[in-house]
């Protein structure tokens, strides 16, 4: 444990967890741990789970008390969102807390939502000051998983004692101080385990089995004081004395001495008016069975009932649940546990109802024949888990509903099951059984049931598309998804329907209606106040401009979608808007740039999203990488590698279509073969599939560069439709335009007009974006689409790509050079010092201007353009420990309020239009778009936290600031140098003189002061 205070002290926060069976001296452990952190100076949190509560986070409860905590509960985050809501939520006042040692005890008894935070903290907390010392039994029925816990702490197995210490401790114990006791023999019996020795030390004559042991620490009280033990442990620690007076038919005053010989044996540590605590988990487990349990149960729950309101009937059918026997009677109480259960939901206490739904789901297991009862004891625990994020448990519990419901008559039963187990299905790879299912509860459902006959269109749209026979029945599923989503003015229901309408376009027409439902999303879900809807319909938005070839009004979208990548709380919305961002940055010239954002996008993923999601992704903009500048980077052929064996298996065009294009990257040749030969007769059945249109370009690629002349007319005809589109796999990674495509395809079938039609209409639409490493690329093929058709000369249109190749750096193997692109090439201009003010002449005009921070540092980043500079380095700072930084910008409870504000502006915006004031609706507009500046200030591309209070923070707004004063200053004297030096120079926390290749200066710089000062 010292160790792992250690490094939390250096910034690294670490979990220890305690591994033992009961009694072994966990809590000892974590005891003496916590005496050693507050002498270092930490402050100690603890927090327990409790076995009797079993309410989602109840581990924390503690923590949150002790730190002032309340939950933040926003109703308007999706599922997903909600456990990285209380993720965020403990991470932020654990950090605000630091230095601190948070000891959670009882692992084996809490959720598994509470365990996940564990599990993603010390990530979660960067260099926060924080430990973790938590305690868990090795086996406990019901126990949550904690592999994926193990993976990142360091576990300690606590074993016995050895006899030498079984000796000292059974002196310590004995009446007589003496070490009599034959300790070999004791820790033979005890395994060495602490707490059986010292009851078995205590026990008359040291003898006995260790459950009797226990039991026989009670054999000294009297018959009430023992039925009062075996209430208090039957009633949960929580269980007020009141309660537990009722239920012993006696007051509190009269309880409380009964058990005051239980305090003075150390059998209670504690009795007052809030409960009575047990020394230990043992000894409460042996006061439970100090007869017969129902009995007990069935006292406390009519104790309870005098209590009223909702949690008083709460705890009631929770004993009450534990007191009945037989099938009809658990039946009876089950379905009165299921009513409880939906007043605590509609009461705002979901993690209390999902306490109460586990204890009658449990005892819905002896109702063999109420199929029914179970299957919605299942949906309705499945439901309330899925709305805490609590998604494990909950899809396990679907999967039991659904095979509970195939039994029973009633088509709602069946239809809540199949949506619930389908929330998560992927659309990639077919799965007909479960295609079956679906159509079949979607069959036989009442036709008034309306939300749920659009949740199960939506399932259907989404498992079907993975189904290449069944393209026409998606679409039909998906309009009537749409269609039935508006009927019940949910907007929550139709945004979805709209996202899932527009997932895969099979065809132009519905590539072309992607805007219009995405503009429709994103309106819906900002007047709902669903941020998480609208950041998914500003992608859809930026996925469609760029397919468009509008690289403005993509980038305009997905910084719309960055803004509310910051504000939510689940990683994977950073990791999508990172990666829409590297396409971004790769077609607009910065290979580095676009690398370094691909690299944050898997370290925002890693440990935090499924890793073959992660390794997927990055796969895909590792080729977009190489494919587009010539090179591979270092990680790009062993990725390719992992992923070629990865899917080597799956059936799915989408995979398939992926690897052979991976393939001729690399010179494989019998994998490209495999692929041609496989989809080259009816390449048109790719459009079936999950972002057909993207596999149809990457096929035709494949088939022009393989010069697959077989395969050349059917990819053409097949792709046709899409000219004039750029084509955006699924939003992320791109290629080169359809138009380039069909260029080359038609000159491998011999149609040379069309070759070089298509081809002149790649290059308008690579000048159009602009995107200078497409532009190389089709300028390239141009030229030989020329020369094939013996159109005249191509010299000028290959110098152009030679002299833009080199400027971005584009390597293309194989193709000759006209002419040498060297520094000399392009228009000179210098920057030097002249005594207290600098010089700068160019073709663009000259200025002459005052020695400034600003000026220094342009002069940095002229020296050596397209190479980024830190602005820590820029500034002359030494960069100082990151433990300095006082975290992010925007804390859990700032996210929600920007969400919350963005969403009444909306309205505002909304009401004001529908009333015809186009002053109020003005105002409302240049608040939000206020507020959405201030938080593009607070957040970084792809929607990353910035950091404030930090030496970088600081850093990037001070270099930003005297950069843009400093051009802003050129450009009163040179306007031309200043609007290039404005659009050349990019600034953040990475800064680099980036300039188009047709406008580039080369740079004299001088930074020595001639005059020596």
Request: charged share 25%; glycine share 8%.
């Amino acid at each position: 444990m010292r160790s792992a205070f250690g490094a939390a002290d250096i910034g690294r926060p670490t979990i220890v967890l305690l591994v033992g069976e009961a009694g072994i001296g966990k809590t000892r452990l974590a005891d003496e741990g916590s005496v050693i952190a507050r002498d270092a100076g930490l402050r100690v949190l603890r927090g327990e789970a409790d076995p009797e509560l079993r309410q989602p986070m109840e581990l924390w409860r503690g923590v949150y008390r002790a730190l002032g905590i309340v939950p933040i509960v926003d109703p308007s985050l999706g599922a997903q969102e909600r456990r990285w809501e209380q993720l965020e939520s403990v991470a932020g006042a654990l950090a605000s807390s630091a230095p601190a040692l948070v000891v959670l005890e009882d692992l084996h008894w809490a959720d598994a939502i509470a365990v996940w935070v564990l599990e993603h903290l010390p990530r979660a907390l960067g260099d926060a000051r924080v430990a973790f010392v938590a305690t868990s039994r090795d086996h406990e029925p019901d126990m949550p998983g904690l592999d994926a816990l193990c993976r990142v702490s360091r576990v300690v197995h606590l074993g016995g004692l050895d006899v030498d210490a079984v000796r000292r401790l059974a002196a310590a114990e004995g009446d007589d101080g003496t070490d009599a006791v034959d300790a070999a023999a004791l820790r033979a019996r005890t395994g060495g385990n602490p707490l059986f020795v010292q009851e078995l030390v205590r026990s008359p004559g040291g003898s006995g089995v260790i459950g009797e042991v226990f039991k026989r620490s009670f054999d000294g009280f009297d018959v009430e004081c023992r039925e009062a033990l075996a209430t208090a442990a039957v009633a949960g620690a929580e269980t007020p004395l009141s309660v537990l007076a009722v239920a012993c038919s006696c007051t509190p005053e009269l309880l409380a001495r009964r058990l005051q010989p239980a305090i003075s044996q150390r059998v209670l540590d504690d009795v007052s008016a809030a409960g009575v605590r047990f020394r230990h988990a043992l000894l409460a487990e042996a006061a439970q069975r100090l007869g017969d349990p129902r009995a007990r149960h069935a006292r406390l729950a009519d104790a309870w009932l005098t209590v009223g309101g909702v949690h008083g009937r709460a705890a009631a059918v929770g004993h009450r649940l534990r007191a009945v026997v037989g099938a009809a009677a658990v039946a009876d109480a089950v379905g009165w546990a299921r009513e409880v259960a939906a007043e605590l939901v509609a009461a705002g206490q979901p993690a209390h109802s999902a306490g109460l739904l586990r204890y009658a789901h449990e005892a819905g297991a002896e109702c063999v024949h109420w199929r029914e009862l179970r299957a919605n004891v299942a949906l309705d625990l499945a439901e309330v888990l899925t709305w805490l994020g609590d998604l494990e448990p909950a899809l396990t519990l679907y999967e039991e509903a659904v095979e509970l419901a195939r039994g029973t008559a009633d088509p709602l039963t069946r239809a809540r099951a199949e949506v619930g187990a389908n929330l998560w299905a992927a659309g990639f790879v077919p799965d007909l059984p479960r295609m079956r299912r679906l159509e079949d509860a979607l069959n036989t459902l009442p036709p008034e049931q309306l939300h749920l006959r659009a949740a199960l269109l939506g399932r259907l749209t989404m498992v079907g598309g993975a189904d290449v026979d069944a393209t026409e029945r998606v679409r039909e599923w998906a309009e009537e998804a749409v269609a039935v989503a508006r009927s019940t003015d949910e907007p929550a229901l139709i945004a979805r329907s709209l996202l899932d309408q527009v997932m895969s376009p099979t065809s132009r027409p519905a590539h072309d209606a992607v805007i219009v439902a995405a503009d429709e999303v994103v309106r819906i879900a900002e007047r709902a106040g669903r941020s998480d809807l609208a950041l998914a319909g500003h992608q859809r938005r930026a996925s469609y401009y760029l397919n468009q070839g509008d690289m403005g009004a993509a980038s305009q979208s997905l910084g719309r979608a960055e803004v509310l990548a910051a504000l939510l709380p689940a990683p994977s919305w950073r990791h999508l808007t990172l990666l829409q961002r590297t396409t971004l940055l790769a077609l607009g010239g910065s290979h580095s740039a676009a690398t370094a954002s691909m690299y944050e996008a898997v370290h925002v993923g890693t440990g935090h999203i499924e890793p073959v999601v992660v390794l997927g992704c990055e796969a895909l903009h590792q080729l977009m990488l190489f494919d587009l500048y010539g090179f591979a980077g270092p990680r790009t052929h062993e990725i390719h590698l992992i992923t070629m064996q990865m899917f080597a298996d799956i059936p799915s065009p989408v995979f398939q279509i992926q690897k052979g294009f991976a393939a001729q990257l690399f010179g494989d040749e019998s994998t490209v073969h495999e692929m041609l030969h496989r989809y080259g007769s009816r390449p048109e059945q790719l459009l079936r599939s999950m972002t057909g249109d993207h596999l149809l370009r990457d096929f035709g690629d494949t088939v022009a560069r393989a010069g697959a002349r077989t395969y050349a007319r059917a990819a053409y005809r097949a792709l046709l439709p899409y000219t004039g589109l750029l084509n955006v796999g699924g939003g992320h990674s791109a290629g080169l335009p359809v138009d380039d495509v069909l260029g080359r395809l038609a000159a491998l079938d011999g149609d040379f007009p069309a070759a070089v039609r298509h081809a002149g209409d790649a290059v308008a639409l690579a000048r159009s974006m602009p995107s200078p490493p497409l532009l190389v690329h089709c300028l390239d093929h141009l030229a030989d689409a020329i020369d094939v058709a013996d159109g005249g000369d191509t010299d000028a249109l290959r110098i152009e790509a030679d002299t833009l190749a080199a400027a971005i750096g584009v390597l293309r193997p194989g193709r000759a050079k006209l002419v040498t692109t060297g520094s000399d090439t392009k228009p000179q201009a210098t920057i030097h010092r002249d005594g207290p003010q600098w010089l700068l002449t160019s073709p663009l005009g000259a200025a002459r201007l005052p020695d400034s921070a600003g000026l220094r540092q342009l002069a940095r980043l002229l020296q050596t353009p397209r190479t980024e500079v830190t602005a820590v380095e820029l500034s002359g700072r030494i960069m100082t420990p990151t433990g300095a930084d006082l975290g992010p910008a925007l804390d859990a409870r700032a996210k929600l309020e920007y969400r919350q504000r963005l969403h009444l502006l909306q309205i505002e915006v909304d009401d004001a239009e529908t009333a015809h004031d186009p002053v109020r609706a003005e105002r409302a507009h240049v608040e939000m778009e206020a507020l959405l500046r201030e938080l593009k200030r607070a957040v970084g591309l792809g929607g990353r936290d910035r950091p404030t209070g930090s030496e970088a923070e600081r850093a990037r707004v001070n270099v930003v600031r005297s950069l843009r004063r400093t051009v802003g200053a050129i450009a009163k004297q040179a306007p031309l140098l200043g609007d290039h030096l404005d659009t050349s120079v990019r600034t953040g926390g990475h800064c680099v003189y980036l300039p188009e290749p047709a406008t580039a200066l080369t740079w004299m710089v001088n930074t020595a002061d001639p005059s020596g000062r």
